[in-house]
């Protein structure tokens, strides 16, 4: 979700009056690798020769910003919808009704609304197994009501529509792909669906509740971002803005920091579930929060598997999970906590990955250590040196004394522990990919428009604005190509701005941003096999004031090398673009449309005339059949 800021003056921050005076048309360059204001002044090259750089991943004809209720992509390229909220999952589940009066139990056999990260697993015969993060329901469009005012069955019928969605799909003649609604593999996975807590917290007394003294039973997901996939064939769905669902029945309730700093009670109020179900009141159930913020593990190849809440990860508001095997055989996972002013994560397992040993493997997510990141900038430079530390009660501040009476504590209250050891302030981080070719992570930061909400946001040279309006995409190398290394060199790989409202500076962007490619809000982000850098973007789409000329949210490629970046796709109205899987060969992309007509937009997408806009999941192909992005 974004909001619609007015357009205001900005005053520069000292990074941007370091780099400001006389550069009137030349701008910081992120993508070269030429990132010290020094290399800057001596060799700058101007953004206008950076634009007509022509790299050699980068193959197809950007497309312009668009204003209108379609989803675009370039010349010689089609896109078509595979899934749509509401659509059936299973042989004999009803098809969408376009006056939304399916049921709770229909809804429960249908795929669910607002599809965000999803992995594409391939099964043999031109068959694959999609698994798809239903992230949360559209109210506004999930009944024949408004929502305004929501009925026990009406929540039973939006926790149908959260969760996981995962169907099987068959290519077809053309080499598109339909759902097969007859596989076995199909499964929703939604609020009330049995997990199971592993790792450091479970059992613990703050994972117990009146339903589950065992603390160890959880019931269901929500808030399912983005995702990530194991090279053990799971699938990982992360827990992310779970606070919105939490809300105390009895006002005089009071709060601790270790609610409030997850934004508990949330200021969302439109969920309602505490008002029908006793666990999300929490006047009567304080601890069952703490049971959600999690990243489950789940084996979309058995659908009898209950999946796994993997506490060794820490309990944040998870974006992505971006996992990768070291070269030592640990396994290394980079997370996000998308909250103003929250931190970067690392977690690394103790165990080394042996793809012969299945029963080391169950447990590969439940022994090792996290740790939290600390930027710090060379002095007027936006690049400079990271260190990563360990998030170990006894350690670095995580003591008993220090509010952290063990291991189980620090991580239910990772966001505490991180803060409390020293961790950098950041700017709302979401997508996390590694760059296989070049050992680089990078994280997109998406914005940050209310800083001064936390005076422990500082502008410094990883988040260098004062009022981040647009987001920057942040890229760290760990030291010798070790992932399990205690430090790493970072740099800003692009910050967005808009180089047609600002003439300089900051606000204007990296000289990787110009006015044929500019965006705000960068979000989603993969790697693929090829090594390109895909960038979607949730953000604002109102193409007036400081965001005139970036039109609805979009879908970007570029290349880490060169720093290149060019417009793939645009949404239709409305909608964010999170959500991104390709297909084994590399010839069909998936690609997530969430909640067009957000806001009251007129979105009719994708069935047009006067059907009621539905998140969707697009297929794009080259009409040659050739690899995307070549
Ligand atoms: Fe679900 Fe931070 O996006
Ligand atoms: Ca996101
Ligand atoms: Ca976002």
């Known amino acids: 979700m974004n909001s619609t800021e007015p357009h205001r003056d900005i005053p520069p921050t000292d990074f941007e009056l370091l780099i400001a005076p006389g550069l009137s048309r030349r701008r910081f360059v992120g993508g070269l690798g030429m990132t010290t204001l020094g290399a800057f002044f001596s060799s700058a090259i101007p953004a206008r020769l950076l634009a007509q750089t022509r790299s050699p991943l980068l193959g197809f004809a950007s497309v312009p910003a668009s204003t209108a209720d379609t989803f675009v992509v370039p010349p010689s390229y089609t896109a078509r919808p595979l899934i749509s909220w509401g659509d059936p999952l299973f042989a004999d589940a009803p098809e969408f009704d376009d006056t939304a009066r399916q049921d709770a139990a229909a809804q429960l056999r249908q795929f669910g609304d607002n599809t965000d990260g999803m992995s594409f697993f391939p099964l043999e015969d031109g068959r694959a197994l999609l698994a798809v993060n239903n992230e949360y329901a559209n109210i506004d469009r999930l009944y024949p009501h408004d929502g305004s005012v929501i009925s026990a069955e009406d929540a039973r019928k939006a926790q149908a529509a959260h969760g996981v969605s995962l169907f099987e799909i068959r290519a077809t003649a053309d080499g598109f792909w339909q759902v097969d609604r007859s596989s076995p593999l199909n499964r929703r996975l939604d609020v009330q669906t049995p997990m199971a807590v592993h790792g ?315 006015p044929e490619n500019m965006f705000n809000s960068p979000d989603g982000l993969a790697v693929d096999a090829a090594g390109r850098l895909w960038i979607q973007t949730d953000g604002d789409d109102t193409n007036e004031g400081i965001f005139a000329g970036m039109g609805n949210n979009q879908m970007l490629c570029a290349d880490p090398a060169t720093g290149e970046i060019r417009r793939f796709a645009t949404g239709p109205l409305g909608c964010e673009m999170t959500g991104i899987a390709f297909a084994a060969d590399s010839r069909t992309l998936f690609v997530g449309v969430q909640h067009p007509g957000e806001d009251g937009r007129d979105s009719h997408f994708p069935g047009g005339g006067n059907t009621r806009p539905r998140s969707t999941i697009m297929m794009v192909r080259r009409d040659d059949g050739g690899v995307i992005g070549t």
């Open 200 to 514: 450091p917290a479970a059992g613990h007394p703050l994972l117990q509740t009146s339903a589950d003294p065992s603390g160890r039973a959880v019931l269901g997901t929500v808030a399912n971002c983005s995702n990530g996939k194991t090279p053990w064939n799971t699938y990982l769905t992360c827990e992310e803005n779970f606070q919105d669902y939490f809300q105390p029945g009895d006002a005089s309730t009071t709060f601790s920091e270790r609610h409030t700093r997850y934004q508990i009670p949330s200021d969302d109020l439109g969920a309602q579930w505490y008002r029908h179900e006793a666990r999300f009141d929490l006047s009567k159930e304080p601890h069952e929060p703490h049971r959600f913020g999690w990243i489950v593990e789940v084996d979309p190849f058995n659908p009898q598997d209950t999946p796994k809440k993997r506490t060794a990860l820490g309990r944040i508001a998870h974006e992505n999970a971006a996992l990768l095997v070291n070269a030592d055989g640990r396994v290394v996972v980079y997370m996000g906590d998308d909250s103003r002013g929250e931190h970067i994560y690392r977690f690394v397992s103790r165990e080394r990955f042996d793809p012969q040993d299945p029963a080391a493997i169950a447990t590969l997510l439940d022994h090792g250590t996290l740790y939290a990141a600390r930027f710090s900038a060379t002095p007027g430079e936006l690049r400079g040196k990271g260190e990563w530390i360990a998030l170990e009660h006894g350690r670095n501040g995580l003591t008993t004394d220090a509010g952290f009476a063990d291991q189980a504590e620090v991580l239910i209250f990772a966001r505490l522990a991180a803060t409390a050891a020293g961790a950098t302030t950041m700017d709302r981080p979401e997508w996390i990919a590694v760059h296989p070719q070049s050992n680089s992570v990078f994280c997109t930061l998406t914005n940050n428009r209310n800083r001064g909400v936390h005076d422990t946001q500082p502008v410094d040279g990883a988040n260098p604005r004062a009022e981040n309006h647009y987001g920057q995409i942040i890229r760290w190398t760990p030291a010798g190509g070790d992932h399990t290394a205690a430090s790493f060199d970072w740099d800003l790989f692009v910050i967005a701005g808009n180089p047609a409202v600002h003439k300089s500076g900051l606000y204007a962007g990296s000289a990787n941003i110009t």
